[in-house]
């Protein structure tokens, strides 16, 4: 990313999010590099935020409507997965703008955990506690106030690996989770005391 470009496309973003009254903290990448290196970190591709779903889908068309009539393009705009299970409402919108892209994404909540399902990723989806994302704490990031999980350290080691809560990994890696859902989308019987820890990982270019 250029960093000039990608500060100027946060900082509007955080604008139309906080005119349309969404939560949202900064997520993956962009929190590491908040809270590590006070910056957005070398070779990052994009912009990641995240929010919780119940907030999210009600103001959804209208973030659609203010990104389009401030001159960004959505590239996507997943929507319900085709699972029977889960809403049909829009979970992740990712937009462009000035060379730069940002995703936000929308965690939904099933059995006292956060989960997002990675269309991408056939089967696999982030899980975390419930806790993660509550009490978020606010942090100076680019001369401007930003929201991150309250418990960071936690939940940079959860991400990438021990150690980069504290600042000691260099870089980043691309994680990637079990569990997996069904292919009716609906939750196994033990499904989070089974698998809710489980990680595996992938080196990233």
């Given at each position: 990313m250029n960093d000039e470009m990608a500060k100027k496309l946060l900082f509007e973003i955080q604008d139309i999010l906080n005119r349309v009254g969404l939560k949202f903290w900064l997520l993956h990448g962009t929190c590491l590099g908040a809270w590590r290196d006070k910056n957005f970190i070398k070779n990052d591709k994009d912009i990641d935020l995240g929010t919780k779903l119940e907030d999210f889908a009600p103001k959804a068309q209208i973030l659609?409507?203010?990104?389009?009539?401030?001159?960004?393009?959505i590239a996507i705009?997943?929507?319900?997965?085709?699972?029977?299970?889960?809403?049909?409402?829009?979970?992740?919108?990712?937009?462009?703008k000035y060379g730069e892209r940002a995703s936000i994404f929308a965690y939904d909540l099933i059995d006292g955990k956060r989960f997002l399902r990675l269309p991408y990723k056939g089967d696999y989806a982030?899980?975390?506690?419930?806790?993660?994302?509550?009490?978020?704490?606010?942090?100076?990031?680019?001369?401007?106030?930003?929201?991150?999980?309250?418990?960071?350290?936690?939940?940079?080691?959860?991400?990438?690996?021990?150690?980069?809560?504290?600042?000691?990994?260099?870089?980043?890696?691309?994680?990637?989770?079990?569990?997996?859902?069904?292919?009716?989308?609906?939750?196994?019987?033990?499904?989070?005391?089974?698998h809710g820890k489980k990680i595996k990982f992938k080196n990233s270019d």
């Amino acid at each position: 990313m250029n960093d000039e470009m990608a500060k100027k496309l946060l900082f509007e973003i955080q604008d139309i999010l906080n005119r349309v009254g969404l939560k949202f903290w900064l997520l993956h990448g962009t929190c590491l590099g908040a809270w590590r290196d006070k910056n957005f970190i070398k070779n990052d591709k994009d912009i990641d935020l995240g929010t919780k779903l119940e907030d999210f889908a009600p103001k959804a068309q209208i973030l659609k409507e203010e990104f389009l009539s401030n001159n960004f393009k959505i590239a996507i705009a997943y929507l319900s997965y085709n699972y029977k299970s889960f809403k049909k409402s829009i979970k992740q919108i990712q937009v462009n703008k000035y060379g730069e892209r940002a995703s936000i994404f929308a965690y939904d909540l099933i059995d006292g955990k956060r989960f997002l399902r990675l269309p991408y990723k056939g089967d696999y989806a982030r899980v975390f506690d419930v806790t993660m994302f509550e009490n978020l704490k606010e942090i100076d990031f680019l001369d401007r106030k930003f929201l991150i999980p309250n418990e960071t350290e936690k939940y940079l080691d959860y991400e990438y690996g021990k150690g980069y809560g504290k600042g000691f990994g260099k870089g980043w890696r691309t994680p990637y989770y079990n569990p997996r859902i069904t292919a009716r989308g609906s939750i196994v019987k033990g499904f989070w005391k089974t698998h809710g820890k489980k990680i595996k990982f992938k080196n990233s270019d």
